[in-house]
């Protein structure tokens, strides 16, 4: 059995983030990722990171991928890139609006070469000309400030705070693989290709869809937040324990666990809403019952019983049975790098699944790429020749 999306030719113009783990998603699934990048190569290449020979982050987010070097400034790269998108499915960008059109890649310059192609531009802000943000840099972190999660994270100090990993970019790659998917599945049915236009806004207004509700009965700056406040990482003997028990049988379980069983049939205690509200009763008896034993001994004595995990390292996942369990930990090797371990496949077909290739290297597939789309090799000694290639 083939993968879903073999034959299926991506070509990934994107940097950063959000866009090129989309395209990486893509790949998971079979298509054939492209990535194009600039001379110099994408800019995250060239962010200080701890690990010698590469940028962790590059090798997380471009897996799946070949690399090849265009200059789209030169007249003579932007002629390969037409002639490589008269034969692509999907162009995936990232530029702010005002570009593409600047470099000659906007949507009907390419729709007129590939009539069907999946035209995917990845913005900050999105492309509404009503927009005042549409051409302001969008960057994760910005994002978090603009949209309430930042100040969301305060908690009871009151200062906002940065939820660290990108969360906002890797949420948007998976809305740049789904909106690509859905394209690729109306192209299907009706022949039409389409411009898609996800953005870091979208996506981070859709990470708090349970708390973007405002009803006209209540004050703009309702508190929005919902949980079990009793709810959270607790210190344990050694190490901290996560713990949240909000049904019945989870309150339960955790009372007995706890030993405070009596809880149980305490009307005072009976529903969530209640236990929330006596908040302050109860986080001291977990606290003092949780030094009773380690955060992995509790994990263990509750596992099943009580949602409880012990607060780990994502160092500690590359050796997890669950992660190897679930084939999400890889072994790959790299010229520059070496042996490294990273992530598998984020989705997990059922047929036709082959294993994740690395991260490339800087126009590692540049020939290899160019001759499969029938460029011939004084074509290519000549794109190098003018610079418009690497």
Not at 216 to 222: A, K, L, N, T, Y
Not at 293 to 311: D, F, N, R, S, Y
Not at 374 to 383: C, H, K, S, T, V
Request: net charge neutral; with cysteine; proline share 6%.
């Amino acid at each position: 059995m083939s993968e879903a999306l073999q034959g299926i030719v991506v070509l990934d113009l994107a940097g950063y983030l959000a866009g090129p783990y989309g395209s990486a998603l893509l790949g998971d699934v079979g298509a054939d990722v492209i990535k194009i990048e600039p001379p110099g190569g994408d800019a995250v290449r060239q962010y200080p990171s701890s690990l010698d020979g590469d940028n962790r982050s590059f090798l997380g987010a471009n897996r799946n991928k070949r690399s090849i070097v265009l200059d789209l400034k030169n007249p003579e790269g932007l002629a390969a890139f037409y002639r490589l998108v008269e034969q692509a499915d999907v162009v995936v960008h990232n530029f702010r609006p005002s570009v593409p059109k600047r470099l000659g890649i906007d949507y009907q310059k390419l729709r007129s070469l590939r009539p069907d192609l999946i035209y995917c531009s990845l913005t900050g802000y999105g492309e509404s000309e009503k927009g005042p943000l549409r051409d302001h840099p969008g960057y994760d972190t910005m994002l978090q400030c603009f949209t309430g999660i930042a100040a969301m994270q305060g908690g009871e100090t009151g200062q906002p705070q940065i939820l660290n990993g990108s969360i906002v970019d890797y949420f948007t790659s998976s809305f740049v693989a789904i909106h690509i998917l859905s394209a690729l599945v109306h192209r299907l049915r009706t022949g039409e290709g389409q411009h898609v236009k996800p953005s870091l806004l979208r996506s981070a207004v859709a990470l708090q869809a349970g708390q973007f509700i405002w009803a006209d009965s209540e004050p703009r700056d309702v508190d929005r937040w919902w949980g079990a406040s009793y709810s959270g990482i607790y210190a344990t003997k050694k190490g901290n324990l996560y713990l949240q028990a909000t049904t019945p049988a989870f309150w339960k379980n955790l009372c007995n666990s706890l030993g405070f069983p009596e809880l149980v049939e305490d009307p005072r205690y009976d529903t969530l809403k209640k236990r929330a509200a006596l908040r302050d009763e109860i986080k001291p008896l977990i606290r003092e019952a949780l030094k009773q034993h380690t955060a992995l001994e509790w994990e263990e004595l509750m596992l099943g019983k009580v949602p409880c995990i012990a607060v780990r390292s994502i160092g500690d996942m590359f050796d997890h049975p669950q992660l190897l369990a679930e084939g999400l930990v890889v072994e790959h090797e790299h010229p520059r790098v070496g042996t490294y371990r990273s992530m598998g496949k984020a989705v997990k077909m059922g047929v036709g699944d082959k294993p994740s290739t690395r991260a490339p290297m800087l126009g590692e597939h540049t020939d290899e790429v160019l001759a499969r789309f029938g460029f011939q090799e004084d074509e290519i000694a000549a794109l190098r020749a003018k610079g418009a290639a690497a």
